[in-house]
């Protein structure tokens, strides 16, 4: 038998594969246990409950995010004109990911269940954006990518009130207006206010190009 530590950290990750895969509703710990290979009677020395596990794999599914995110930042405060772009397009990628993943996994229903959660995914976006906005814009400014003259906050404001609403119109969404239509639309009209001129047409190709979808 596996020591404690590590037998917590396989049903964690096998838990989490299966909320990814079928959603709150439909992890069956019976299933659970057998595929992972321990007793039921096991299974509960360490998770006393179903809500504990899922509230458990959304609190570390959202610190590999961060851990995700961080890393992008530091490549972006270490880049230089050519690799800035790039390397944005990087962290919105991921952010999307984790944002339509999450979404998929915390249904309306999950939501109302799970308050808290709900709660910690607000917070944890506004201090993502926060801890990295302005060093981000501060970056592209001295790189002589963005604009000097726009206002800090009001794009702050922008960036966070579209992210922190992603979710309600990730849910809305239907055939003709996709998600990744959203963000093309949504970034085309955002860098085309943010960028300095002459590097417009050096970086709207990247923008079309991208795909965003998961």
């Keep these: 038998m596996k020591d404690k530590q590590n037998l917590l950290e396989i049903i964690i990750t096998e838990a989490t594969n299966v909320f990814l895969e079928k959603g709150y ?49 530091n490549r972006i405060l270490k880049s230089n004109k050519e690799t800035f772009f790039p390397f944005f397009m ?27 959660i ?41 960036i966070y009130t579209t992210l922190t609403n992603l979710k309600s119109f990730i849910h809305r969404q239907n055939k003709e207006f996709t998600l990744e239509n959203f963000f093309k639309d949504y970034f085309f009209i955002l860098f085309n206010g943010i960028l300095v001129n002459e590097i417009k047409n050096l970086y709207y190709p990247q923008v079309i190009s991208i795909s965003y979808e998961k």
């Excluded at 509703?25 to 595929?35: G, R």
């Excluded at 592209?140 to 922008?158: C, N």
């Design 25 to 73: 509703k439909n992890l069956n710990v019976d299933e659970l246990v057998d595929q992972i290979g321990i007793s039921k009677a096991t299974f509960y020395k360490y998770i006393p409950s179903k809500e504990f596990l899922f509230e458990e794999c959304i609190r570390r599914y959202l610190e590999k995010f961060k851990k995700g995110i961080r890393s992008q930042i």
């Design 90 to 116: 990087d962290i919105i990628k991921i952010s999307n990911n984790f944002l339509a993943t999450i979404t998929t996994l915390i249904s309306p229903r999950v939501e109302k269940r799970f308050p808290q």
């Design 118 to 158: 709900r709660v910690k995914l607000q917070e944890l976006t506004k201090k993502q954006i926060e801890s990295s906005f302005y060093s981000i814009i501060k970056k592209g400014r001295e790189l002589g990518l963005i604009k000097k003259d726009i206002d800090d906050e009001v794009l702050y404001f922008i």
